[in-house]
């Protein structure tokens, strides 16, 4: 399918090592966010969320680390795998009675075998 | 469980010519969302609805129309379609505000307009 990774900023791994992907959000009134994974040709899946009243989360191989100071979110994927290739994206959610979510314009993971 | 279904898959339109995107869900989700998705820019909200009978504005809503006629139902309209309306489209749905915020995306319409 189309590609949705053109003009993404681009995080190359080694299989096996550890992922860092890194997310800045705009609103400080933001109590909620989330990472979504999305394969190409296929819709976002998540992955984790985080209140505001947290810093960290933790998943199956995934981790989520949310500093309110800088406004900076972060997603690390343990032990990365072939089927981790993918676009992420963070979202915030900032109130209101809607459940709105505000989306980042992606990075592209690409794991190298 | 089908979870969101969007249909068609893949749509060709001539500059001018109308058309229905339908979203479903068997999830029995409150509110409902359509998004365009274009290369470098992530996901923009067009438009949403809160539930049955209810529809807003959000993002990038000028040259779309929706309707929420049905609770499981999510209608997309475009009424006379434009280059610019080239994208792909993403349909998402959720519980209520105070279930989760987590929305559930169905697999997209790729819309090309000549």
């Known amino acids: 399918g189309e590609s949705v990774g053109l003009h993404l900023p681009t995080l190359s791994v080694q299989e096996g090592d550890n992922s860092i992907i890194n997310c800045a959000y705009s609103?400080?009134?933001?109590?909620?966010f989330i990472w979504y994974k999305q394969e190409s040709g296929k819709g976002p899946q998540f992955i984790i969320d985080i209140r505001s009243n947290m810093d960290k989360r933790q998943g199956q191989r995934v981790t989520v680390l949310l500093n309110k100071t800088v406004k900076h979110l972060s997603l690390q994927i343990a032990a990365t795998q072939p089927g981790d290739s993918a676009v992420y994206f963070c979202?915030?959610?900032?109130?209101?009675?809607?459940?709105?979510?505000?989306f980042g314009t992606g990075t592209l993971l690409a794991v190298q075998p | 469980n089908a979870g969101v279904t969007q249909t068609p898959k893949f749509r060709v339109l001539k500059t001018g010519q109308s058309m229905t995107l339908l979203c479903a869900q068997d999830?029995?989700?409150?509110?409902m969302y359509w998004y365009r998705q274009d290369p470098g820019m992530g996901l923009r909200l067009i438009h949403y609805s809160v539930g049955e009978g209810t529809t807003a504005k959000g993002e990038v809503p000028d040259g779309y129309n929706v309707s929420r006629l049905k609770k499981q139902n999510f209608l997309l309209g475009l009424e006379s379609a434009a280059p610019s309306q080239t994208s792909v489209y993403f349909c998402a749905s959720s519980y209520g505000r105070v279930v989760s915020y987590e929305q559930y995306f169905g697999p997209g319409t790729r819309l090309t307009v000549t």
């Open positions: 999830m029995n989700h409150e509110y």
């Open positions: 609103n400080s009134a933001s109590d909620y």
């Open positions: 979202a915030e959610n900032y109130g209101g009675a809607t459940n709105k979510l505000i």
